[in-house]
């Protein structure tokens, strides 16, 4: 198949009139130029498939997800995720990390999409989120302690299948009783886990978000940084940090604060002090010169998944620059999720993963709000999923 358009590149920000050719579900080549007879247009203005590097497909993005997912059969896990895998991929999003969940729905809808009996996103799932005794998402996720109970754990998980780990630097706000930012796993835990996957070839994430948590994980050799920091930066973090990725996810308190009258009241009362520091850190860490990363915690309270363009919105809000926020969908998430030359990009050799957007995303952010078309390994998909309403979760 080859399609013409304008085409974006994000490793340049260069904006290109031609023609791209995808052969067995890859980019083949790119010529600029006109149309020929039998090219397949594509309108506006042409990006690779976006990467949401933070989603939790098992969760709905209500006022209750977590509450909801433990009413749920294990049926209606599946299908509801498998759901929300579509509508992501309606929505422009044609990869995603799946950062936690139970029953292992997230590793075996990544094996679904990947042989083609689903139409989805493509998925680089975690499988459970490794937390201690009690501590954050322990609701779903495994419970182990201690540097052998979490190498045994960690070990667990690969062989199940996970292709990323993921564990609980500090503790969150979705968790009742828990404090946020507080320490969780040490030093010691996680760089035990973080062998094993590196042994085994697979990246691992962090949800830390107190800087001491966070200055443990990367110690420890975690990958990438989830949320990040709820304190000031100290010169020591983001020297560390600046060696790593951080994945904000600026979206998830910015979906609690929405909420008010509706949430809990114990969970607004822990992300109300937090969220504005939340930002400030984020554009810190960006001024330091640290990789950023675009990814939603799609599924935690209002922040449905397929949102990422809110997202996108708020990381040029704290600063970055229109090309900074496309390479943070593209090629800085491939970067992160280790599938750098495979997606987010437009070279040769990559899935030919494509998305039509109304408008410029570096002259309006909004387009990110308007995909026209999306292609996905070459394939167009037609027609576009009519429920997807990426309004739907306005900015607080």
């Known amino acids: 198949m080859i399609y013409h358009g304008t085409f974006l590149f994000p490793e340049s920000g260069e904006r290109l009139s031609g023609r791209l050719g995808t052969e067995h579900g890859r980019i083949g080549w790119f010529e600029a130029g006109d149309a020929r007879d039998g090219d397949v247009s594509l309108p506006g203005t042409v990006t690779p ?20 997912l433990l009413r749920q059969s294990l049926t209606e896990r599946v299908l509801s995720a498998a759901q929300r895998l579509q509508r992501n991929l309606y929505a422009g999003i044609t990869t995603v990390r799946d ?25 680089v799932a975690c499988g459970h989120n490794l937390t201690m005794t009690g501590g954050h998402g322990h609701a779903f996720g495994r419970e182990a302690d201690g540097v052998d109970g979490v190498r045994r754990a960690a070990r667990d998980e690969l062989k199940a299948g996970a292709a990323v780990l993921k564990f609980m630097a500090t503790g969150g706000v979705l968790t009742p009783g828990v404090r946020a930012g507080a320490e969780a796993y040490t030093l010691e835990e996680m760089r035990a886990g973080a062998e094993e996957a590196h042994k085994a ?20 050799g975690i990958d990438t940084i989830e949320h990040g920091a709820f304190d000031e930066w100290d010169e020591e973090g983001l020297e560390l940090l600046l060696t790593r990725h951080l994945v904000p996810t ?28 939340h930002q400030e ?3 810190e860490a960006y001024r330091a010169g640290a990789l950023i990363v675009a990814g939603t915690d799609a599924g935690t309270p209002l922040n449905p998944h397929g949102s990422l363009s809110r997202e ?15 390479q943070a969908a593209t090629v800085t998430a491939a970067d992160a999720l280790d599938l750098t030359g495979l997606a987010g990009t437009l070279t040769s050799g990559a899935h030919a993963d494509l998305v039509a957007w109304d408008g410029n995303p570096l002259e309006d952010i909004t387009a990110y709000e308007r995909p026209q078309v999306v292609v996905k390994g070459g394939v167009r998909l037609e027609p576009a999923d009519p429920s997807y309403t990426p309004t739907a979760a306005p900015l607080a």
């Open 49 to 68: 498939g976006l990467i949401d590097a933070h989603v939790h497909l098992t969760l709905d993005g209500g006022i209750d997800p977590v509450g909801t």
């Open 99 to 123: 950062l936690g969940g139970p029953n292992n729905i997230a590793v075996d809808l990544a094996k679904a999409v990947e042989a083609g009996t689903l139409t989805g996103s493509r998925v």
């Open 201 to 220: 070839g697979k990246r691992t994430a962090a949800h830390a978000q107190g800087l001491q948590g966070i200055k443990n994980a990367l110690r420890a």
């Open 250 to 277: 600026l979206a998830a308190p910015n979906g609690i604060l929405g909420g008010r009258g509706q949430l809990a009241a114990w969970i607004l009362d822990k992300t109300e002090p937090i969220a504005e520091r």
């Open 281 to 283: 850190t984020t554009a």
């Open 312 to 326: 996108l919105s708020l990381l040029r809000s704290v600063g970055l620059t229109p090309l900074g926020v496309l």
